[in-house]
């Protein structure tokens, strides 16, 4: 069991080196018609503020990936006591575990969910950290439809024909999260300002390719899923039979009998 769980931790981790690999090449170089990787001796490519980048990309500033009227804003300041039946309302804390369980989340009332409609959520957004762990990011999945979120997420729509995909990826590459951290202040408890959040620089293909360059990265993020859930079943089954073996509620004397005879 050690052994599988050494073999599938190292698989996680080539992986995802892999997968920075790709963010790196793909988020400076992007994709041809052909579904090549660009290269600067047979492409256009121009000086931008982040370096070199295809000839057909723009940088803009974040908030541009926005629809009008629906800018990047935080939510419910002081959420109370927990309301049975009330508005679910996600956190910081969720975030940063991963996967979100609706079923655990704080609840507001619905006279407090009111006062912060703008933050209501769609699903399809984005969610960023903004306090203590700053730049965790999350897209909210279609079940979380009608929910809030907390003071310590941004939320950000972003407005069609963009890839909503394709900025949740650009928002984790290293890139964007060293900027994100170069503009954090607190000295205590690290803060990320709206502002610049919402300006922070951004490389924007046309949708059609912000689409495909989703496609691949998200291929594997769900080749990192696989063997992340793989890990998790394999640790509890060595739990399972640590429990069963060393408290003696299975018993090993048929083993030892049988290696005994041979």
Same mark, same amino acid.
């Given at each position: 069991m050690d052994r599988a769980i050494e073999q599938t931790e190292a698989l996680i981790a080539k992986y995802q080196r892999i997968k920075a690999g790709l963010m790196q090449d793909l988020l400076a170089r992007g994709i041809d018609e052909h579904g090549h990787l660009r290269d600067p001796t047979t492409h256009k490519f121009k000086p931008s503020p982040l370096g070199h980048i295809p000839m057909a990309w723009e940088v803009v500033p974040l908030s541009d990936f926005c629809p009008p009227g629906s800018p990047i804003t935080y939510g419910v300041l002081k959420p109370g006591e927990y309301a049975p039946n009330g508005i679910p309302l996600l956190q910081i804390e969720d975030v940063i575990h991963g996967d979100i369980d609706s079923d655990a989340l704080h609840r507001i009332s619905r006279s407090l969910d009111a006062q912060y409609a703008r933050t209501r959520l769609k699903g399809g957004e984005i =969610? =960023?950290?903004? /306090?203590?762990?700053?730049?965790? /990011? *999350?897209? $909210? +999945?279609?079940? #979380?439809?009608? *929910? &809030? #979120?907390?003071? &310590?997420? *941004?939320? $950000?729509? /972003? *407005? #069609? +024909?963009?890839?909503s995909e394709y900025l949740y990826q650009v928002l984790q590459s290293q890139n964007v999260q060293k900027a994100i951290k170069d503009t954090t202040f607190g000295s205590t408890q690290s803060l990320l300002n709206l502002g610049a959040l919402r300006s922070l620089l951004i490389p924007r293909p046309e949708p059609s390719e912000q689409g495909s360059l989703a496609s691949i990265l998200n291929a594997q993020d769900a080749i990192l899923r696989a063997e992340s859930e793989s890990l998790s079943k394999l640790i509890r089954l060595k739990a399972g039979l640590m429990q069963d073996l060393l408290t003696g509620e299975v018993s090993v004397e048929p083993l030892l009998e049988t290696q005994t005879a041979s």
């Open positions: =969610v =960023v950290s903004l /306090v203590g762990t700053i730049g965790k /990011v *999350a897209q $909210i +999945p279609s079940h #979380l439809s009608g *929910a &809030n #979120l907390h003071r &310590n997420l *941004a939320r $950000i729509e /972003v *407005a #069609l +024909p963009n890839s």
